[in-house]
């Protein structure tokens, strides 16, 4: 059976993943975020944020209440709903 924990399902992040960005001296979510690419999938980070920062709590030492989440960054543009339903382009 396989010993792989996955925190974050969108980008197949593991725990493994993020215990080696901490080990690299990285030392909050922004920084974990950018290393492994956590948050950036399709969920932004609602399913694996609590995870990954309990997980980021206890690799630095820090409590879970120390630990800030990332910055969102919502699309710049908002995409019109018809481009995700399959509507014909005219």
Do not use: W
Request: hydrophobic fraction near 30%; include cysteine.
């Amino acid at each position: 059976m396989s010993k792989k924990i996955i925190l974050c399902r969108c980008e197949d992040v593991t725990a493994e993943d993020v215990e080696r960005a901490a080990r690299t001296g990285f030392s909050d979510l922004e920084e974990i975020k950018r290393y492994t690419g956590f948050g950036t999938g399709p969920c932004q980070g609602k399913e694996c944020l609590r995870g990954i920062a309990a997980a980021v709590a206890r690799l630095t030492g820090k409590s879970e209440s120390e630990i800030r989440p990332f910055t969102s960054r919502p699309p710049l543009v908002p995409t019109e709903i018809k481009f995700f339903a399959g509507t014909p382009r005219r």
